[in-house]
């Protein structure tokens, strides 16, 4: 079965502390890995994608993300988090050839303090 | 600029109540998406439509119905509303860019039962 799991339910951290949330996923056949993010009152974006090439995929906001395949893995990493950082991150799976569902990690709250 | 619209962003409804969550996309995509958002479960898919007519369910399916009369628009209908679908509802809708499908999500309609 297709699942994610992403291991940090809560992160606090300081401004200018390096970020890492992990990402695993399960998933049959060749997959299309994915970052969305949801700051406070906000809709959910996506901040970065993996689909093929370079497993160093870079987003916005500075974000990057490394796709490990032999550890089924997909970390978020950012070298120095800003108080506006504080919001949700949500890893997501799907498949690459036609009709897409996606399934998606629990989530992780990130709390960035000033 | 794709945009998702979602008809409400609170509402409050009673127990056995039929509700209608509405949800219109601007950019002519034939993919669309209901989810819902729970603490600690992330995004769980209810059901999907790849054009119009066609409805396939989710993971989640039970005691929801959807409708898609035309390409733009996708409606969430709870038949019987009960005290377990207090949650936060995001419509979506996805189209290829590079080769993959990304997701783009409304404003999410938080719904409460009492």
């Known amino acids: 079965a297709q699942s994610v799991s992403q291991h940090n339910h809560h992160v606090i951290l300081s401004e200018a502390a390096s970020l890492e949330l992990g990402c695993n996923y399960s998933?049959?056949?060749?997959?299309?890995l994915f970052w969305y993010v949801q700051y406070p009152g906000q809709h959910l974006q996506l901040l970065l994608k993996?689909?093929?090439?370079?497993?160093l995929v870079k987003g916005i906001k500075g974000f990057e993300a490394e796709f490990i395949k032999s550890k089924f893995s997909f970390n978020l990493r950012k070298p120095s988090v800003q108080w506006s950082d504080t919001a949700e991150y949500f890893c997501a799976a799907g498949g690459n050839t036609g009709f897409q569902k996606l399934v998606f990690g629990t989530g992780t709250r990130l709390l960035v303090s000033p | 600029d794709v945009k998702v619209t979602q008809s409400s962003r609170y509402l409050v409804k009673r127990t056995g109540e039929k509700v209608f969550l509405e949800c219109v996309q601007d950019?002519?995509?034939?993919?669309m998406f209901w989810y819902r958002q729970d603490p600690g479960l992330g995004l769980r898919l209810i059901y999907f439509s790849y054009d119009v007519k066609m409805k396939e369910k989710g993971d989640i399916p039970e005691g929801y119905s959807v409708s898609r009369e035309k390409k733009e628009r996708f409606s969430l209908i709870l038949e019987s509303a009960s005290t377990n679908q207090t949650s936060m509802y995001l419509c979506?809708?996805?189209?290829?860019?590079?080769?993959?499908?990304?997701?783009?999500f409304g404003p999410g309609t938080r719904l409460t039962v009492t």
């Open positions: 993996y689909f093929s090439g370079d497993p």
């Open positions: 998933y049959g056949g060749t997959v299309n």
């Open positions: 979506a809708s996805s189209w290829v860019v590079a080769g993959v499908y990304e997701q783009y």
């Open positions: 950019m002519d995509h034939e993919n």
